[in-house]
């Protein structure tokens, strides 16, 4: 492919952009010519496109599987186990013991994680839910008693999360030793073990979509992807997570994303650096 053959003009870059906003909300701002380029070249390539005016038609066109590896592609998939850690403090100080406190008898607790990637998130909130539990006491919570449904709109990093395998890189980013005992070793790389794993249901899903069949959660953790929307889609989707929460349910988004300003539906409670979101009554 050549040089020419490659850029991409105003006209182009405007309909990609646009496009790409309708599809996953995801914003590109000015000058940003460069991210589309490098993000989707592969995809350009391996459908023999001649210009980005074909791309942009197979994007329009309704082949569903092209668009879906456009919105994979073009999707900031980072993670890592425990990300910036003291979330995770937070959740097992705070947010676990007033769950518990507040769980109606019999009734399981529900964990929303709404962009979960690759799954090293809800996999470390299963874990650490593994090791709280123990600590909690004999009869009054088991891991049983927890579900975590884990979405995110690709459907290249459900499937991968689905599997459980981690490298070896993947699984030294972040995660504590203590937690090395939920992993065995399969060929080269280490699994998740059962139980851990089967406390999450991976599910692919588009945040701009209706939160209907989701069902009510206790607590949702929303982390690292308002960052790529505008301020009318990140509020749209926070107050649409206030309405699948109930009384005191928490909201717990990335470490560099905050609603000051943008909504007044929570109250913050700051455990340190971290800020916990709750819903509190007669706040709307
Ligand atoms: C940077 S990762 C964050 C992963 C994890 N929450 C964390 O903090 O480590 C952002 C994820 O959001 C997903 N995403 C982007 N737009 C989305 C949308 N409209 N609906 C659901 N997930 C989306 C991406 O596919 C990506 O996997």
């Not at 049983?144 to 599997?163: H, R």
């Amino acid at each position: 492919m050549s040089r020419e053959e490659f850029k991409l003009d105003k006209k182009d870059f405007e309909l990609l952009r646009k496009q790409i906003y309708r599809m996953c909300g995801l914003t590109i701002s000015d000058g940003k010519e460069y991210l589309i380029l490098h993000r989707f070249k592969a995809l350009y390539k391996s459908r023999n496109c001649r210009s980005w005016t074909d791309f942009y038609k197979l994007l329009v066109s309704g082949d569903m599987q092209f668009k879906e590896e456009a919105i994979s592609a073009i999707s900031t998939h980072e993670t890592s186990f425990f990300r910036d850690n003291h979330p995770f403090t937070s959740i097992r100080n705070k947010v676990l013991p007033e769950l518990l406190k507040s769980r109606r008898p019999g009734a399981d607790i529900k964990i929303w994680c709404a962009a979960s990637s690759t799954g090293q998130e809800p996999y470390s909130l299963s874990m650490l839910i593994h090791e709280w539990t123990r600590t909690v006491g004999a009869g009054r919570i088991s891991p049983a008693d927890f579900s975590i449904l884990a979405t995110d709109i690709s459907g290249a990093v459900i499937e991968k999360a689905k599997t459980g395998l981690f490298t070896n890189h993947e699984k030294s980013r972040g995660l504590p030793a203590t937690y090395d005992k939920y992993f065995d070793k399969v060929g080269g790389r280490w699994q998740v073990q059962p139980p851990v794993q089967s406390m999450v249901t991976f599910k692919k899903f588009n945040l701009l979509d209706s939160f209907r069949s989701l069902g009510q959660f206790d607590f949702v953790m929303c982390r690292n992807v308002l960052i790529y929307f505008d301020d009318l889609t990140k509020v749209d989707i926070v107050h649409r997570i206030h309405d699948l929460l109930p009384d005191k349910g928490y909201l717990m988004l990335g470490s560099t994303e905050t609603l000051a300003g943008h909504t007044d539906r929570f109250a913050t409670e700051h455990m340190g650096a971290v800020i916990l979101y709750r819903k509190m009554r007669g706040i709307k």
